[in-house]
């Protein structure tokens, strides 16, 4: 009797998507502090499960049950619109209970701890806990003193670890990969927390990257983690698969890293003829918000090439994967 | 009341001794130093358990008591007692205190209070400038009739040039060193790690190399200039330890200490694994592994002159919270002696006579303080080491009064027996055998 | 490990499923295969093609995958998460007659979950569903529409069916596990 293997190419929807492989690993940990305690198969496994967390956008019931009757908690020390939105929605899609408290540190110069604030919302039973706070470190303390799970959504210079894994999805759906691609990460490296997570996971999964910036910017001994350090951003931006642009803040001109927003657009902003330099299907990347006309050009980060906009949406998705892989779940397949 | 030390290996360099002698206290000084010392009648005989070696006492001449204003850290009786378990038979106290010791007051009242409760000597310092404001001088004549053995804005640079070289000048009158935190604050910013691959790595502000050592070559050019006597403190770069090597050669009085836990610990041990420990938050930070190694070669080769712990407390609550936000510090009174057997005596960097030298000889020459020898005549002050029996560090156990410590459960080889203050024994390591000899222990009336 | 079905009989029964499918619902207009990740999906494919044969029309298949909607989600909390992969479901299921496919009928939670989700997509007209085996023990009350083959099995046996596609053979086959709980 004939074996029907390739059926799938003669029904109407000709092309059902593969399954993506299976990683080996799941996610065995209570936290997600940084890309640093990642290892690849889980980089891969949060990504994979992104890929999936993405269709539930397109439904018209945009919610799956999976973490229902589960309450979230997001502790923003440090004001953010962006991120917490994409929080919340990544949240809020899974059927979980959101809260979001904007805990300014004036509670902190009151003379309450960092600790103290954090054991008050503990003691109503939180399931996990997403933390942007300005102090680097502080989500790898608050992950030893928290019973819940501890969701690093950005601490002071150090990690934004979301960041880096929906900046790795979007190239990852665009280029079919990231081992071996040329990624150039502009601006100001210094005082980026999303530089040292994207260099921390673009360099664990193999590609190419290379930093530039004033040389007043760029954070000491860098090499040392594998990447290419350049003042030079044609050297940066040549044959490059993706280029990611970092924010310039105006109170670094105020301190005297670079002169003015004018000569640091003049020697290191992304125009259109640099933008030539990279490859024809180059990525124009940015985690925003920007500012047009110091790191990049308008019509650069309206053209083409940019997905920035793609990188807002997979945010999404990416939150829900590392929301659902941290909530916890049955040790089994389901029972038939 | 006489006593005895029988059998001991005694190791005195004023002296040119390394060697199995007998030691002779009488009350509070020593009597004789010799081979064989007869026991006459009414004197206490101490059989000085086998590998044990007798000191002259040891002084670590860079401590924070925090009495006056901050007793919750610290207090003269425990951070005192605290000593004395770590082997010390003196300390020298930093001005940094609530208020700041700039004053006779002040350091009268330290003293009155060591006197009443302190188990080991006591030798304040006082502050450079008022305050400490790094403004104008303090009554430095005033301190040093007090009783204050030298001047300090420790905690803080002694903030301009013009202001240290009054410093220098002034003390130098009264022959009194001028002790130097070497930082230069725009550099140094708010720095709160080295500024190196780790700090970059782990998001934290760095405080680079050159902060030290510029200011340590400043200190050098104007101790040259007026021709006074400047110690650099708790140094940690091999750039600043290169600026002092190149003084000495040209014959300034510059002399350097170093902490154990500079030459102990490197900047990698915040990243393995990544913990942001609060507990390995001082300043100056833990550096890297080229600048330990070249501490360790400076200990060897005599550019590094005195090991002092920079003893730090602060209560647990201060250190629990985030890392920018903690204070910087750790205690070290009571590891110093281990570590220093462990890492430079067992590791074969120094040698035993070398240790007394940078614990005992030179802290006491520096601050001008009778001790460093057990010549007959001098005081009765004695620390007994047993280089090989192993401790461990259990900080629940401590004598100070805080915990910020990142040595806890380590496993050192080498350990305090007994510690003796003008003849009496004011510590005993019951875990050393045979040191219930030395014993009992007294608190120091 | 005894083999209850071989390759010809699945591919037999898979005919005669076909069968019954387009007898019940008198042709196969406004009919749609949803096969349930994983196995169910290539068997889903292959009842479109073979319902292709027999009516000359073409019948939309889609893939539906609910890890999201078990009910066990959350009860081992110190468990790793079960993977999810993706659900595709690429046309209207609004007053489509749904036949949702799966290798196993056992409890009856599965289908749940796919019920649940089904819904959450749209209206169907009607929801029926395919099974190669039911294994009976059900914990919830589900019926299949049309089953391959009734299996009475014990829960200390555990029943595999194996695709071509997705195992390298067609066969079912049914083994006797130790302690733990049944796939």
Redesign the interface.
């Known amino acids: 009797m004939k074996a029907e293997t390739q059926s799938a190419t003669n029904s109407t929807s000709a092309a059902l998507p593969a399954d993506p492989p299976i990683s080996a690993n799941r996610l065995r940990r209570k936290d997600l502090v940084g890309i640093a305690e990642l290892s690849v198969e889980e980089i891969t496994l949060i990504l994979d499960t992104a890929v999936a967390m993405q269709e539930i956008a397109s439904r018209p019931i945009k919610k799956v049950p999976a973490l229902r009757g589960k309450t979230v908690v997001n502790l923003f020390f440090e004001a953010s619109t962006r991120t917490r939105t994409s929080f919340e929605i990544a949240e809020k899609r899974l059927s979980a209970d959101t809260l979001n408290i904007a805990a300014s540190t004036s509670a902190v110069v009151k003379g309450e701890t960092l600790a103290d604030t954090v054991r008050n919302i503990e003691a109503m039973s939180p399931d996990l806990l997403v933390v942007r706070h300005p102090s680097s470190g502080a989500c790898h303390f608050l992950s030893r003193i928290c019973r819940s799970g501890v969701i690093n959504a950005g601490d002071g210079m150090h990690e934004h670890p979301t960041q880096a894994l929906l900046d790795a999805f979007t190239i990852r759906e665009r280029k079919g990969r990231l081992a071996g691609l040329k990624v150039a990460i502009c601006g100001d490296l210094l005082h980026s927390r999303v530089l040292r997570s994207n260099v921390l996971l673009l360099t664990r999964m193999g590609a190419d990257v290379w930093l530039c910036g004033p040389p007043t910017l760029v954070p000491t001994g860098f090499e040392q983690s594998g990447v290419h350090v350049t003042s030079s951003i044609d050297e940066a931006v040549e044959g490059a698969d993706a280029v990611m642009m970092l924010r310039i803040q105006l109170e670094r001109m105020l301190g005297g890293y670079f002169p003015s927003l004018r000569e640091y657009f003049n020697v290191f902003g992304m125009t259109a003829e640099r933008v030539r330099r990279a490859r024809p299907d180059v990525l124009i990347m940015h985690p925003g918000p920007m500012n047009r006309g110091v790191e990049i050009a308008s019509d650069v980060a309206d053209g083409p090439y940019s997905v920035i906009l793609d990188q807002v949406a997979n945010g999404v998705a990416v939150r829900m994967a590392v929301l659902y892989l941290l909530s916890g779940g049955a040790e089994h397949e389901a029972v038939a | 009341m006489k006593r005895l030390l029988k059998g001991g290996h005694l190791v005195d360099p004023l002296q040119g001794i390394d060697g199995v002698r007998d030691v002779l206290l009488d009350g509070d000084r020593v009597a004789e130093v010799g081979h064989d010392l007869p026991a006459a009648e009414g004197v206490e005989v101490v059989v000085v358990p086998p590998g044990c070696v007798i000191c002259p006492g040891f002084v670590d001449m860079h401590v924070h008591l925090r009495e006056p204003g901050q007793e919750h850290k610290e207090t003269i009786a425990s951070g005192t007692a605290a000593a004395a378990a770590g082997g010390f038979t003196g300390v020298a106290c930093m001005p940094n205190t609530q208020p700041v010791n700039d004053s006779a007051a002040v350091t009268r009242a330290i003293l009155e209070r060591a006197a009443l409760a302190g188990a080991v000597r006591v030798y304040p310092i006082g502050a450079v400038s008022k305050g400490m404001k790094g403004e104008s001088l303090s009554e430095i004549a005033e301190l040093c009739e007090a009783g204050c053995v030298a001047i300090s804005d420790d905690g803080r640079p002694v903030a301009t040039a013009l202001l240290m070289r009054r410093a220098l000048e002034y003390a130098g009158m009264f022959n009194l060193p001028v002790i130097d935190h070497c930082e230069e604050p725009t550099l140094r910013g708010e720095g709160v790690a080295h500024?190196?691959?780790?700090?970059?790595?782990?998001?934290?502000?760095?405080i680079p190399a050159t902060a030290e050592s510029i200011m340590v070559e400043r200190d050098i050019a104007l101790a040259e200039m007026t021709g006074s006597a400047v110690h650099i403190a708790h140094l940690s770069t091999r750039q600043a330890l290169r600026g002092v090597w190149a003084a000495k050669a040209r014959g300034i009085a510059v002399t350097c200490e170093v902490t154990p836990h500079h030459f102990a610990l490197t900047d990698e041990r915040l990243a393995a694994p990544?913990?942001?420990d609060t507990n390995l938050k001082m300043n100056p930070p833990l550096r890297e592994r080229a600048d330990v190694d070249a501490i360790l070669q400076g200990l060897r080769a005599g550019t590094v002159d005195v090991i002092a712990t920079d003893h730090a407390p602060h209560q647990r609550?201060e250190k629990?919270?985030?890392?920018?936000?903690a204070p910087f510090g750790i205690i070290g009174l009571e590891t110093a002696v281990p570590l220093t057997l462990d890492r430079l005596v067992h590791g074969g960097v120094i040698t035993l006579r070398r240790m007394v030298q940078l614990m005992s000889v030179n802290p006491c020459r520096i601050l001008n303080v009778p001790g460093g020898t057990l010549r007959p005549g001098r005081p009765a002050d004695v620390t007994i080491i047993a280089p090989s029996v192993p401790m461990t560090v259990d900080l629940s156990k401590s004598r100070s009064l805080s915990r910020n410590s990142p040595f806890d459960g380590w496993t050192l080889r080498g350990s305090v027996a007994a510690t003796i203050v003008a003849g009496r024994t004011v510590y005993v390591n019951s875990e050393v055998p045979g040191a219930a000899a030395f014993g009992p222990a007294v608190a120091r009336a | 490990m005894p083999v209850v079905m071989d390759a010809d009989r699945m591919g037999r029964t898979l005919t005669r499923i076909a069968h019954e499918i387009v007898e019940r619902n008198h042709g196969v207009e406004s009919l749609a295969l949803v096969g349930v990740r994983t196995r169910g999906v290539p068997i889903a494919t292959r009842l479109a093609a073979r319902l292709r044969e027999i009516s000359g029309q073409d019948v939309p298949v889609g893939a539906l995958d609910i890890t999201l909607y078990r009910d066990d989600l959350m009860h081992n909390p110190v468990g790793p998460q079960p993977l999810v992969r993706s659900t595709d479901i690429p046309f209207s299921i609004d007053d489509r007659i749904i036949v949702l496919v799966d290798d196993v009928l056992y409890t009856g939670r599965t289908v749940r979950a796919a019920l649940d989700e089904l819904i959450d997509f749209g209206r169907p007209r009607a929801i029926q569903l395919v099974v190669i085996v039911d294994r009976g023990h059900r914990e919830l009350p589900v019926k299949a529409d049309y089953v391959g083959k009734n299996l009475p099995t014990s829960r200390a046996e555990s029943v595999s069916v194996r695709l071509l596609e997705t195992d390298g053979c067609d066969e079912v086959i049914i083994e006797k596990i130790d302690g733990e709980d049944a796939r």
Not at chain 2, 195 to 206: H, I, Q
């Open positions: 500024e190196g691959y780790v700090a970059s790595m782990l998001g934290l502000r760095g990544v913990s942001y609550d629990h919270v985030e890392f920018d936000r």
